[in-house]
Nanobody, 114 residues
Framework: QVRLVESGGGLVQPGGSLRLSCAAS????????MGWYRQAPGKERELVAT???????IYADSAKGRFTISRDNAKNTVFLQMNSLKPEDTAVYHC????????WGQGAQVTVSS
């Protein structure tokens, strides 16, 4: 059974930082492209960042320079370090694993508000 479990979300003030984690089980983590996507209320799910098995990273324009994706294959975990957070970053952040199939986590709420 594949499980992707996100953690680290919460409420933060504008300009603050959060670090999201996603622990994966039931997959061969090292061969999967891992990603973070987000969905704000009333909007479609959008790409935030991905990291492939060779550590090649892709960022959405909105994330460049502020967010950093990384992975720890020994711990089957992918991270998203988010700095300089803005109110428009408020969303549910979902972890994704993709190899032959794509799997999703349940999501972690991130709220950026003063």
């Amino acid at each position: 059974q594949v499980r992707l479990v996100e953690s680290g979300g919460g409420l933060v003030q504008p300009g603050g930082s959060l670090r999201l984690s996603c622990a994966a089980s039931g997959i061969d983590f090292s061969v999967n492209t891992m990603g973070w996507y987000r969905q704000a209320p009333g909007k479609e799910r959008e790409l935030v960042a991905t990291i492939n098995p060779s550590n090649r990273k892709i960022y959405a324009d909105s994330a460049k320079g502020r967010f950093t994706i990384s992975r720890d294959n020994a711990k089957n975990t992918v991270f998203l370090q988010m700095n300089s957070l803005k109110p428009e970053d408020t969303a549910v952040y979902h972890c994704s694993a993709r190899y032959n199939d794509r799997y999703w986590g349940q999501g972690a709420q991130v709220t950026v508000s003063s």
